[in-house]
Nanobody, 127 residues
Framework: QVQLVESGGGLVQAGGSLRLSCVASGRTSGRSISTYALGWFRQAPGKEREFVAA????????YYADSVKGRFTISRDNAKNTVYLGMNSLKPEDTAVYYC????????????????WGQGAQVTVSS
């Protein structure tokens, strides 16, 4: 059983910063969660869940949505089974529930390859 638990969400003014964390625990069938790619998605009210950022298991590669490139930074600490999303220069349009997810591989930009999901953390950016 794999669990992902996000934290660090909250209310911030436009231009401010937040850092989300997501701790992964458990084990899949013979494969540690630390070998999975980890990603962040977000979903605003009335909108589809959209890709934000992803990082491969060894941090060798990172991927970002164009809308957050240059403002958000994804990182991970495998010793702590934790993935982070640093968010700077926040905009009201960044307001959403942010989800972390774990994927054994595939197209990290879509939800389909991600097998495990957290419960989400609310981020609200006021103007």
């Amino acid at each position: 059983q794999v669990q992902l638990v996000e934290s660090g969400g909250g209310l911030v003014q436009a231009g401010g910063s937040l850092r989300l964390s997501c701790v992964a625990s458990g084990r899949t069938s013979g494969r540690s969660i630390s070998t999975y790619a980890l990603g962040w998605f977000r979903q605003a009210p009335g909108k589809e869940r959209e890709f934000v950022a992803a990082i491969t298991w060894n941090s060798a590669n990172t991927y970002y949505a164009d809308s957050v490139k240059g403002r958000f930074t994804i990182s991970r600490d495998n010793a702590k089974n934790t993935v982070y999303l640093g968010m700077n220069s926040l905009k009201p349009e960044d307001t959403a529930v942010y989800y972390c997810a774990a994927s054994p591989g595939g197209n990290y930009y879509t939800t389909q390859p991600y097998k495990y999901w957290g419960q989400g953390a609310q981020v609200t950016v006021s103007s």
